[in-house]
């Protein structure tokens, strides 16, 4: 039988829990936005890309708590469990965001960048003022998709001792023997906020539809 005492008893522990989740989920998001885009406009460096893409392809093909464990393995003690998660996180999810960045990047038409050149604009010049403003506004939505996609993984984290939302249900769960109600309130906090988030990216994804 539900005890709603208990409930609330613990609600401040799994709000804490969920605090860690949210910030692992933003700091790892940024690192994937900024590495992702550096590593789409790289890879169209002749050989360099190439080496990049391969290099992508093993961490897009191996399991994201592999990954985790291996780098908190061989990590020095210094780093904390949450910085060695958010950095992983963020280079796992890069690796797909900059396919997102690279499909924007080849969507802008050819006539764009002969018009760069012919007008001797520098490097700078035509990826900031003429290729990246039309880019991103074109993958903003997929790289909504991925923001959840990172949220959903975060319960991952428990593997290297990161005290998240589901390490500290269950810890709760297994302290009182209430698994069940503590992974029913997981589980609803995670809609919390997954829900809101899908509801955003819709209205990015219809408003951006005919760019």
């Given amino acids: 039988m539900w005890d709603l005492e208990f409930t609330y008893e613990v609600m401040p522990d799994l709000l804490e829990g969920l605090w860690v989740t949210v910030q692992a989920t933003v ?21 360099v890309g190439s ?13 994201l708590l592999v990954q985790l464990v291996f780098v908190f393995l061989i990590a020095p003690n210094t780093i904390s469990a949450m910085t060695i998660g958010v950095v992983v996180l963020g280079i796992h999810y890069s690796a797909y965001t900059a396919e997102v960045y690279r499909s924007g990047i080849e969507g802008v038409a050819k006539g764009q960048w002969e018009a760069a050149r012919a007008l001797s604009l520098p490097a700078s010049r035509t990826w900031g003022a003429i290729v990246l403003p039309q880019a991103i506004r074109k993958v903003i939505p997929a790289l909504g998709n991925y923001l959840i996609a990172m949220f959903k993984d975060t319960p991952l984290l428990f593997a290297i001792g990161v005290t998240e939302l589901l390490t500290q249900a269950q810890r709760l769960g297994a302290a009182n023997f209430r698994v069940v109600e503590m992974y029913t309130i997981v589980g609803f906090l995670f809609l919390i906020v997954s829900i809101p988030s899908a509801i955003l990216i819709r209205r990015l994804e219809r408003r951006y539809a005919a760019v």
């Fill in 27 to 47: 700091m790892g998001y940024l690192i994937a936005l900024a590495l992702g885009l550096a590593i789409a406009m790289v890879r169209r460096v002749p050989y």
């Fill in 51 to 63: 080496i990049l893409h391969g290099v992508m392809e093993f961490i897009r093909t191996t399991p």
